[in-house]
């Protein structure tokens, strides 16, 4: 990820909130992932599994 921040490059940071379950979650991640791939975007998966882990 450094090496696509130094150059400038646009890569996509996403993913939910929160980590609900598994199951959805990895359906979240695929679902962006072939997304992603189709337009040639570098993706990195982030989401946080507590709901307390929020600026308040």
Do not use: H
Not at 18 to 36: F, G, L, R, S, Y
Request: glycine fraction near 4%.
């Amino acid at each position: 990820m450094k090496q696509l921040i130094k150059r400038g490059k646009f890569f996509l940071i996403a993913g939910p909130c929160v980590i609900e379950n598994e199951k959805d979650t990895i359906e979240i991640a695929e679902k962006i992932k072939k997304i992603t791939d189709e337009l040639n975007i570098p993706f990195v998966f982030k989401s946080s599994y507590k709901k307390a882990n929020r600026t308040k």
